[in-house]
């Protein structure tokens, strides 16, 4: 009865992971204004101690990490990078020195690979049949943690504490979270319960999934699940500024895109109990596009939030449900779903200096324009019909 309960209760706490990764990350995004003055650094050096380095590091590191877990086991991984990352903080929070930090900044990114993505690879194994539906909890439990960073803030501000103190909390939060995940039982990567049978070599099997161009494809819509996230943020903030939006205005804009957003993803959990998820993702795309390009024709004040809350809306099940269909495309290999993943990592770094350049040269809109390529792209992946099923899937 109790590994029953343990069986159950393991979703639920790797759903959790991605909460708790979120939160984490936003505490030196909000606190970088303090983390710029504690060690004097300028604009670029920050950008490089928050997010460069870090981000080249877990290129590096984690692929390699996420291929082994698929022969190895997630749990070590996913517990060892916890651990990690809360040691990180712990000393992210902690040192006085620009050098320390700086390093501690660089681990926790691989380790927070590790925790976090193999978390979701392990929750995407526990359940095989209902990837979409996990992946848009997953999804919901993410976006709460976005929120919850600046009440975090919030709150800590009440005690003059600021980034220190909450990265030291994270630490800890972290720490003992780790310690609730050691005592259950992972899914077996593979779908192998006992792990017999002949192993591929690591190169034939990247080589073999390489090959795999529904996975190619659908790995390619996750990336494009980053355009409408915090490059329109940016974009956008700055297209509403130029319109005459005040920071209030274009905060309650913003903030109701996240609020469409939360409900997008509770509706999906609600249609993926019977619906299609394809036919869900063609729906929500084409709802999404006339949207967008909604509120980019009619920015005004009134309507301006009411379009950007539908943006929110209908872009909510996109993400998930790419993400869940990759996982399908490789189903006995969650863990080279996720190191393939950073075959676009080139992209990510190139599309906001590109986008910048189209700001300069053709004007904002061009920029906005180019976003559209996240419906438009999924709408195609959409139609493209459903992804084969494997023979152990289809005898659940």
């Keep these: 009865m109790r590994g029953i309960r343990r069986a159950a209760l393991l979703p639920a706490l790797l759903i959790g992971v991605d909460f708790l990764d979120e939160l984490w990350s936003g505490v030196p995004s909000v606190g970088s204004p303090g983390i710029q003055a504690a060690f004097g650094l300028s604009y670029t050096r920050l950008a490089l101690v928050l997010f460069v380095i ?12 996420f291929i082994l877990s698929d022969r190895l086991g997630r749990k070590r991984f996913v517990c060892s990078g916890l651990l990690v990352l809360a040691l990180c903080s712990f000393v992210v929070g902690w040192t006085a020195s620009l050098w320390v930090f700086a390093v501690a900044m660089a681990l926790a990114f691989p380790a927070s690979g590790c925790g976090v993505h193999l978390a979701q690879a392990a929750l995407m194994d526990s359940d095989p049949e209902h990837r979409e539906r996990l992946m848009t ?18 709150v800590l501000a009440l005690f003059a504490w600021g980034w220190r103190e909450a990265s030291m909390m994270m630490g800890g939060v972290l720490f003992v979270y780790a310690l609730l995940l050691i005592p259950h039982r992972f899914p077996p990567p593979n779908g192998n319960q006992e792990g017999g049978g002949a192993t591929p070599r690591v190169l034939d099997s990247v080589r073999a999934a390489l090959r795999n161009r529904r996975l190619v494809a659908w790995l390619f819509g996750v990336w494009l699940c980053s355009l409408l996230d915090e490059i329109l943020v940016v974009f956008g ?10 920071l209030a205005a274009r905060s309650v804009a913003l903030a109701a895109c996240s609020f469409g957003a939360l409900i997008g993803l509770a509706l999906c959990d609600r249609w993926l109990r019977r619906g299609d998820p394809l036919r869900l993702l063609a729906l929500a795309s084409t709802s999404c596009l006339a949207l967008y390009l909604g509120w980019l024709a009619l920015p005004s004040a009134p309507l301006g939030p009411i379009l950007l809350f539908g943006v929110g809306l209908a872009s909510a099940p ?15 290999q969650a ?13 990510t770094v190139a599309l906001p200096f590109a986008l910048g350049v189209i700001a300069d040269t053709l004007g904002l809109v061009a920029s906005l324009l180019v976003l559209l390529a996240q419906p438009a792209g999924l709408l195609v992946l959409a139609l493209m019909g459903r992804p084969p099923v494997s023979p152990g899937e289809r005898d659940r």
């Design 237 to 246: 903030s700055l297209r509403m500024r130029d319109l005459g939006f005040d």
């Design 335 to 347: 863990g080279m779903v996720s190191a393939l993943g950073h075959l676009f990592f080139p992209l």
């Design 137 to 154: 909890r997953w999804t919901f439990a993410g976006t709460l943690g976005d929120l919850a960073a600046p009440a975090l803030f919030a």
């Design 54 to 65: 870090p981000e080249l590091l877990g290129f590096l590191l984690e692929p390699p990490l």
């Design 318 to 332: 996109l993400y998930p449900i790419a993400m869940a269909q990759a996982y399908r495309s490789l189903p006995d």
